[in-house]
């Protein structure tokens, strides 16, 4: 018995001995890929978190007057588009007159109204803050407008938004009329035009880059407490006796909207205050803009004289100019910025920065166009030029060199005249090197021209490299 006890033992040792080993190598197993599958997890979590959240796929709807389109109505095209939209949809609008209120609501982003023209494809309606609603009540200046946007990332190009209703007076009640409503986040506007008087344009909220814009009004036309930039448009006052821009909405120290307008243009008719502060701490700023004689004195509004808004609004002014520039700094809570205090709103205008490292002199551009057919040439817009100097802002490597520098800041590193003719025996001089810019020594020399808006419009234009819209399509 004795051996065959042992023979048992031992059979037992061994069959625990294995049973142990694949335990340990099962746990083993376990552990390897619970940590693979965590590593992979993670992994997987990091990249959806890297990955861009946008539209998927794009589609193009028509819309025509004429019946020769998917649809005959704006709003009807909108419609159409399912809710919870994630698709790109670009609304292609014939030319016309479009009369009707179009409101695009929260659940459909991603829009696109695409016109014709801002002369030639028009959306129109005549709604008054004190006209009466479906319910019966007055509709209030929010509702009157002749198109509303809730939804975010919309955009429209080349199209104008119109109220039609008469001018009011300064005083009368109730005549509030908003051409368009912009609510949601991250739009953008191209070439559009928006007409109206009183409260045309109702920048609500939400962050908005308006472009090539064309906005009319009387009375506040612009307002709202949207946190947007005005690049290069016009705006264009019909007040009859006294009329203002813009009225900005924002109520505490940490919100971060404000209104900035840069490099556009100030016309029509006036008095006319440049910014009222509609909210405690409303923010307005002017950078690069032009303004013709109109600014009443003083320049800004602080809406009610009584509230001490003079003490927490922030309106500035930075490089403008123009017969009525020097009123946009008639009172004294509107500061006069320099370029630190200016920066943080017009940062999205400065493009690229010229640093120069010359150790005794040095030059930035240098040209080489040859002959008066080619059409070439280099533009600096909203550019910014530092560094060490002295230095030559350009030179005439060819015959018929061309550059411009507009809207351009210019650090203390000028050369005396500027400018360089290259060779000084070959006759450059007489031909085209171009300065606008109110940066003095640029313009130090004879041939280097100051030039008015309207000769420098062709070189400061998009149109001047974007012939065939090949420049961000969203630009186009």
């Not at 033992?9 to 552990?31: E, M, N």
């Not at 909108?78 to 809710?83: E, G, L, Q, R, W």
């Not at 908003?178 to 506007?189: L, P």
């Not at 064309?214 to 007040?239: P, Q, T, V, W």
Request: glycine content about 10%; charged content about 20%; overall charge positive.
């Amino acid at each position: 018995m004795a051996p065959q006890l042992r023979s048992l033992t031992c059979s037992l040792s061994y069959l625990l001995s294995v049973s142990l080993l694949f335990f340990i190598f099962h746990c083993l197993c376990f552990r390897f890929s619970f940590v693979a599958a965590c590593s992979n997890s993670t992994e997987e979590q990091h990249h959806r978190h890297r990955k861009w959240v946008g539209p998927s796929g794009h589609k193009v709807i028509t819309v025509s007057l004429n019946g020769h389109a998917q649809f005959r109505s704006v709003q009807g095209a909108v419609d159409s588009i399912p809710k919870n939209n994630n698709m790109s949809i670009v609304i292609k609008i014939a030319p016309g007159y479009y009369r009707e209120k179009v409101v695009v609501p929260a659940t459909k982003p991603y829009i696109t109204f695409k016109g014709a023209g801002r002369d030639v494809t028009v959306i129109e309606w005549h709604d008054r803050a004190s006209d009466r609603g479906p319910d019966g009540q007055q509709l209030r200046t929010y509702q009157t407008a002749s198109v509303t946007v809730y939804a975010n990332h919309f955009s429209a190009r080349n199209i104008s938004f119109t109220n039609t209703a008469p001018a009011p007076m300064p005083g009368m009640q109730g005549w509030q009329a908003v051409a368009f409503r912009i609510s949601g986040d991250k739009a953008y506007f191209s070439g559009c035009g928006f007409y109206g008087a009183q409260d045309t344009l109702c920048d609500d909220a939400g962050r908005h880059y308006f472009k090539e814009c064309y906005i009319e009004g009387s009375i506040d036309f612009i307002f709202g407490n949207g946190r947007s930039m005005y690049k290069d448009c016009e705006l264009h006052s019909i007040a009859s006796r006294f009329g203002s821009i813009a009225a900005h909405g924002r109520t505490c120290p940490e919100e971060k909207t404000g209104f900035t307008f840069v490099g556009c243009r100030v016309t029509g008719t006036g008095p006319l205050y440049v910014g009222r502060a509609m909210g405690q701490y409303s923010r307005i700023v002017y950078a690069y803009t032009y303004f013709d004689a109109l600014v009443a004195h003083g320049g800004w509004d602080d809406w009610d004289h009584k509230s001490n808004k003079s003490k927490t609004a922030f309106f500035g002014v930075y490089n403008c100019y123009g017969p009525g520039a020097a009123a946009t700094t008639g009172v004294s809570w509107a500061r006069a910025l320099d370029y630190e205090s200016a920066h943080p709103f017009i940062a999205k205008s400065f493009d690229c920065e010229l640093h120069s490292i010359a150790s005794r002199f040095g030059s930035i551009a240098a040209h080489g166009r040859t002959c008066p057919e080619e059409k070439t040439g280099f533009t600096f817009v909203g550019c910014r030029v530092t560094g060490t100097g002295p230095l030559y802002v350009g030179r005439a490597m060819g015959q018929y060199s061309r550059i411009v520098y507009a809207y351009t800041y210019f650090d203390a590193l000028v050369a005396h005249g500027g400018w360089d003719d290259w060779d000084h025996k070959s006759n450059k001089s007489k031909y085209v090197l171009l300065a606008y810019t109110r940066a003095a020594a640029t313009t130090g020399v004879s041939w280097a021209r100051a030039l008015d808006y309207e000769s420098a419009h062709p070189f400061i234009a998009k149109s001047f490299v974007n012939g065939r819209h090949w420049i961000a399509p969203r630009d186009a």
